[in-house]
């Protein structure tokens, strides 16, 4: 990267907005990223009847295969890319809200043995 491509991203991520309206404060920021955890919220609570009916699924000896392959069709398709999109979300919307600097390497950290404790059989 040359200096001045790297001068002129400089200008540009620190450039005035041009307008009111394009001018963003931290408190947007929040805001937006708050509304997008409720609407993530939202859609997971959409997800859990589904779960509960894949549990069942797997649990009923009179279910045909058919029925458990859609089911397992639909837990790829909907299921697992929502919660990994949820993780995502929570993980930016920790960053970007959060007062500490490398919150997100400190948690790692901390909460590290509590996931591994957590993914063990009972």
């Given at each position: 990267?040359?200096?001045?491509?790297?001068?002129?991203?400089?200008?540009?991520?620190?450039?005035?907005?041009?307008?009111?309206?394009?001018?963003?404060?931290?408190?947007?920021?929040?805001?937006?990223?708050?509304?997008?955890?409720?609407?993530?919220?939202?859609?997971?609570?959409?997800?859990?009847?589904?779960?509960?009916?894949?549990?069942?699924?797997?649990?009923?000896?009179?279910?045909?295969?058919?029925?458990?392959?859609?089911?397992?069709?639909?837990?790829?398709?909907?299921?697992?890319?929502?919660?990994?999109?949820?993780?995502?979300?929570?993980t930016t919307a920790a960053a970007a809200t959060c007062p500490l600097a490398g919150m997100?390497?400190?948690?790692?950290?901390?909460?590290?043995?509590?996931?591994?404790?957590?993914?063990?059989?009972?």
């Amino acid at each position: 990267m040359s200096a001045l491509s790297s001068t002129s991203a400089r200008r540009r991520k620190f450039a005035r907005p041009k307008s009111i309206e394009d001018a963003r404060t931290t408190t947007d920021t929040k805001n937006e990223f708050c509304f997008e955890l409720l609407r993530l919220a939202s859609l997971l609570n959409e997800t859990v009847p589904h779960l509960d009916e894949v549990r069942d699924a797997l649990r009923d000896r009179n279910a045909t295969v058919k029925h458990r392959d859609k089911l397992a069709a639909d837990l790829k398709k909907y299921d697992i890319p929502l919660i990994l999109k949820a993780a995502e979300l929570i993980t930016t919307a920790a960053a970007a809200t959060c007062p500490l600097a490398g919150m997100k390497e400190h948690s790692r950290k901390k909460f590290g043995e509590e996931k591994r404790n957590l993914s063990q059989p009972i």
